[in-house]
């Protein structure tokens, strides 16, 4: 099992839909959880970052987690066209331990 | 956010050869990390780069095949070695932000394709 799963999508959406974008999660010691959007031909860049469960909010952005089931929710509002990338949720267990990744959930959101 | 510049951003190279990827970092930091991204899989980490010591190579990733220099607190590079259709995939250069958790900044990554 992997310790992040995310399903790959893609995802198609028409222009200012709510987004949802979910992961899970297997490793109770995951504490710190991020999300990442990736434009095609670019690297990862942050995008939400939050501790342990709660909600963060930026934006049209909200990130969730409930560490209780596992669950990462990342939820975009009034989706636009330049929201297309891939998204990447990850989380680590903090102290300089190492940030898995999931594989990405690739979105496309129609004009 | 550091910003991170990484050159070559894309190459196609025939096997057998080698491959050195640059990551240039505009400010000093104590950790660079290489990561592999291939299609449909997660970001993995390859190693990790501490100025002044061997980096830390993760489970299935050895230092003959993916060589990395750390000359100074803000570059390093990777080199892919002997290269193989196998190794086509993107490598991205990576270092952490400032304050708790691991929050990771990266390069616009290297795409390699291996013929």
């Known amino acids: 099992q992997k310790e992040v799963e995310q399903d790959p999508g893609p995802l198609s959406v028409p222009e200012g839909a709510i987004v949802s974008l979910n992961c899970t999660y297997s490793?109770?010691?995951?504490?710190?959880f991020m999300w990442y959007r990736q434009y095609s031909r670019k690297g990862p860049e942050l995008l939400m970052y939050?501790?342990?469960?709660g909600n963060k909010e930026d934006g049209r952005f909200t990130a969730q987690v409930d560490k209780s089931s596992k669950y990462i929710s990342l939820f975009i509002r009034d989706s636009q066209p330049s929201d297309s990338a891939t998204y990447l949720c990850?989380?680590?267990?903090?102290?300089?331990?190492?940030?898995?990744f999931g594989t990405g959930t690739k979105l496309q959101v129609i004009p | 956010s550091a910003v991170i510049s990484q050159k070559p951003s894309r190459d196609i190279c025939q096997r057998g050869t080698s491959l050195t990827i640059q990551c240039q970092v505009d400010?000093?930091?104590?950790?660079m990390f290489w990561y592999r991204q291939q299609p449909g899989q997660s970001l993995t980490l390859i190693a990790t780069?501490?100025?002044?010591?061997?980096?830390?190579?993760e489970s299935g990733f050895v230092i003959d095949k993916f060589p990395i220099s750390r000359p100074n607190l803000t570059f390093s590079t990777l080199t892919v070695s002997n290269m193989s259709p196998e190794d086509s995939s993107i490598y991205l250069c990576?270092?952490?932000?400032?304050?708790?958790?691991?929050?990771?900044?990266f390069g616009s990554g290297t795409q390699l394709s291996v013929l």
């Open positions: 990576s270092v952490l932000g400032q304050g708790p958790g691991e929050k990771l900044f």
């Open positions: 490793n109770s010691a995951f504490q710190y």
């Open positions: 939050t501790y342990s469960s």
């Open positions: 990850a989380a680590s267990s903090g102290g300089y331990q190492k940030v898995t």
């Open positions: 400010s000093q930091v104590t950790m």
């Open positions: 780069a501490n100025q002044g010591s061997e980096a830390t190579y």
